[in-house]
């Protein structure tokens, strides 16, 4: 079963402390992202990267960054984590052109 | 820009029975996907329906259905004999066609009430 694997499921940080999040894929899927949960607003795209070493901002990439080294794996970076980063976080993968995304199962992210 | 449209934040149903989720999207492309997914408790992202836009025919899978009016960019989820096990979080998303980004809507949350 295909799958793209978030190392933490739940993760408490302090303000101020360096965060990273670990999303894993094993579908040779070129493009990989990282979006935002909050209730009311959607998914919000953070960065995506659509090759090894390449990325570009979304919508909201303010306070965050990206690593992509290897294909098959996509990190997101909060340099310095504030309480208006608490958010749910889901990483997505997807193969070429219109690829259907497979995501996976999120990283719920409070900041105290 | 896209912008993908969800006006419904809560809808109920009652097993068995029948109930369209409403998407409208904004795009100046010709060609492009539309997706609806499905997010139950369990958090993962779940792909419903897949339509391209060029395709006339709208999609189905099993109960699954699309009602797919291009012209009105309107592109509902008909969901019937409801059951259960479709509680979830809906969303709508939009991609171009030369493009790998997905355009999320903020989502219809549906409960199927036994």
């Known amino acids: 079963d295909v799958k793209v694997t978030q190392s933490s499921r739940y993760l408490v940080k302090r303000t101020g402390e360096k965060v990273f999040l670990e999303c894993v894929q094993d579908?040779?899927?070129?493009?990989m992202f990282w979006y935002r949960q909050d209730p009311g607003l959607g998914l919000r795209l953070i960065y995506f990267?659509?090759?090894?070493?390449?990325?570009e901002k979304g919508d909201i990439p303010e306070g965050y960054s990206v690593s992509r080294e290897k294909k098959e794996r996509f990190s997101l970076i909060l340099e310095s984590a504030s309480t208006n980063q608490t958010s749910m976080y889901l990483c997505?993968?997807?193969?070429?052109?219109?690829?259907?995304?497979?995501f996976g199962s999120g990283t719920r992210l409070t900041v105290v | 820009a896209q912008t993908v449209t969800q006006s419904q934040p809560e809808m109920s149903v009652q097993e068995a029975e029948t109930v369209t989720l409403s998407c409208t999207y904004d795009?100046?492309?010709?060609?492009?996907?539309l997706f609806w997914y499905k997010q139950p408790p369990s958090r993962q992202m779940i792909l419903v329906i897949r339509?391209?836009?060029?395709?006339?025919q709208n999609a189905t899978e099993n109960r699954f259905s699309v009602n797919f009016q291009k012209a009105a960019k309107s592109f509902s989820l008909k969901i019937s004999d409801s059951q259960l096990g479709d509680t979830a979080m809906y969303f709508c998303?939009?991609?171009?066609?030369?493009?790998?980004?997905?355009?999320f809507g903020t989502g219809t949350s549906l409960t199927v009430i036994p």
């Open positions: 579908m040779d899927h070129e493009n």
């Open positions: 990267s659509y090759d090894v070493k390449m990325k």
């Open positions: 998303a939009f991609m171009k066609l030369t493009g790998n980004q997905f355009y």
């Open positions: 795009t100046s492309e010709n060609n492009y996907y």
């Open positions: 339509q391209e836009a060029y395709k006339q």
């Open positions: 997505a993968s997807s193969g070429g052109t219109g690829g259907k995304g497979t």
